[in-house]
């Protein structure tokens, strides 16, 4: 079956409730990476030897743990953090359930977006303000962050665009989304017109993120 106009209007409030439920996801898990995320990857950063606070017990467990959980395939964290996303949102189907794997995933992926921004920064302007006195939280403040934000803005839209595939994937365990209405009509009812539909959906929804993401990011780089 090819696809059929009157067989999309006739699902499109399904469609829609589940682009919200996608947009709903990514939003909560994009919300949570970015305050645990950032914060992490400029420790991961400060604490790297040679710089201001260099500490190798605290780079080298931190490090470790980023790693470990980036290394886990996402649809294999799905269902090992089943038993954490029942104690926190005591549910385990649905856009808010995912949301917990999601985020979990998010995290170390974005601290190490943020951590290979900071890299870039020159390290003669990070000597300079260490040696006027300036004191770790008014380097991280006035010269890591306002230099780097170009490249911080970068991480969130491939945080946002990785989120987005991640999000379809969680369909497969019904975590609602565009992800679980493809499963549920595409893949089990070989529903051709759906899946169109939500492939299209998907690419017009990452074009239109990177757009926005390298405008914003051309837009507040001084460079």
Known sequence: MGFDFQHMMELWPDITKAFGETLYMIGISLAIAIVVGLPLGIILFVTDKGLFLQNRFIKTVLGFTVNMIRSIPFIILLVALIPLTKLLVDDTIGPAAASVSLSVAAIPFFARMVETSLREIDKGVIEAAVAVGATPWMIIKDV????????????????????????????????????????????YRYDNTIMIVTVVILIVLVQILQQLGDWTSKAIDKR
């Open 144 to 187: 890591l962050l306002p230099e780097a934000k170009a490249g911080i803005v970068q991480g969130i839209t491939i945080t946002i665009i990785s989120l987005v595939a991640y999000s379809a994937m969680a369909g497969v365990v019904g975590g609602g989304g565009i992800g679980d209405l493809a499963i549920r009509f595409g893949y």
